[in-house]
Every structure is written in structure tokens, then in C-alpha cells.
């Protein structure tokens, strides 16, 4: 049986990349069903349960999946690098927000500012503390703060997604600091 770890690990690269892996199709707006999910797992030697399941969507710290209200269907609420339409609503964000990266990006950042690269939006945070996350999985983490709020007055869109990350389509650099 694999961990909730390894669980994690799977349900991202299948319901944020790679449907096609386990031979299932995620609707327009990401969702699939549970029942279609877990049986194309089985299929694939990860046999794992609705309780599992359930729990690596709650325990997960980054609230990366959620249920719909019946626990029917299940998406990943953003990051993803296939086209979907996560049926977000525009908000107006912060004054500031946060990303967090490392020293060997600064330069490409600082001239070309943030850009989506093979995902559908950038990601941003609205504290300090999950922007560090995020910069130390690629190494000693840089926190930098992006003038939202000035972007959005010049008619820049804004999303917050189901766990509460940001996404915009990019960021100039003339609205990055460190």
C-alpha cells in the first residue's frame, strides 16, 4: 500500500499533468470522477481507497486537491501545465504579495520579470512565510515582493484559487522588488 506521501506525489502528476498516464480525462473545469480516478489507479498497480483519498486531500499542507460538494469528483485547485478553466473569479489582491525563488533566477526575474512557463498561471503568495516554502524546494530560497495592487489599478487580472494562492498571468519586472 503506498504512503500518503507517494499519494500526493501521484494525484499531482495525474490531475495536474499527466492524465493520460493512468487513461483518464479530466473534464473543462480539471474535475474527474472519484470512481473513475480510482479505479484507473487499481488498473495502473495503485490500488489505494476513498478514506486515503480523502485523507491526502485534507492532510495535504498545500491544499492542493479538493472534492466537490458530494465528494463525487475531485481536481487540483491550480498548477496546472495542461489547459483547463478552473472557473476562478477575478479578486482584487493585496497591496503586496510574494514569490519565492532562488539567486541563479534573479537575473532572467529582474530582466523579464515572472512569466507562467509551462504551467497556466504564475503563483504568488500573500505571505512571507509560504513564498519561502516554495524558494526552498529549488534551494536557498530569495523572497520577493510583487506590487500587486499597483498591477491591478493598471488592469492586470488577478485569481485566488480554492487554497488561497494567487495567479496572475505574469509579472513586468518593474513591479518585482527584493
Not at 16 to 30: C, K, T, V
Not at 100 to 128: C, P, Y
Request: charged content about 20%; proline content about 3%; cysteine-free.
Amino acid at each position: 500500500m503506498p504512503n500518503l506521501t507517494h499519494i500526493s506525489k501521484l494525484l499531482s502528476k495525474i490531475l495536474r499533468h499527466q492524465p493520460d498516464l493512468i487513461g483518464i480525462q479530466l473534464d473543462e473545469n480539471s474535475w474527474v470522477e472519484v470512481s473513475t480516478l480510482l479505479q484507473n489507479l487499481a488498473k495502473h498497480q495503485t490500488s489505494i481507497s476513498f478514506e486515503q483519498l480523502k485523507e491526502v486531500v485534507y492532510t495535504n499542507n498545500k491544499k492542493r486537491f479538493s472534492f466537490n460538494d458530494d465528494f463525487s469528483k475531485i481536481r487540483a485547485n491550480q498548477g496546472h501545465s495542461i489547459e483547463v478553466d478552473l472557473a476562478l473569479q477575478t479578486q482584487i489582491p493585496p497591496d503586496i504579495l510574494y514569490h519565492g525563488t532562488v539567486e541563479k533566477n534573479l537575473t532572467s526575474i529582474f530582466e523579464k520579470g515572472l512569466s507562467k512557463m509551462n504551467r497556466q498561471h504564475v503563483h504568488l503568495s500573500a505571505d512571507t512565510e509560504t513564498a519561502q516554502k516554495v524558494g526552498m524546494r529549488h534551494g536557498k530560497p530569495i523572497i520577493l515582493k510583487i506590487e500587486s495592487k499597483k498591477m491591478y489599478d493598471q488592469g492586470y487580472v488577478f485569481y485566488l484559487s480554492e487554497n488561497h494562492v494567487w495567479l496572475i498571468d505574469s509579472v513586468p519586472s518593474e513591479f518585482i522588488h527584493l
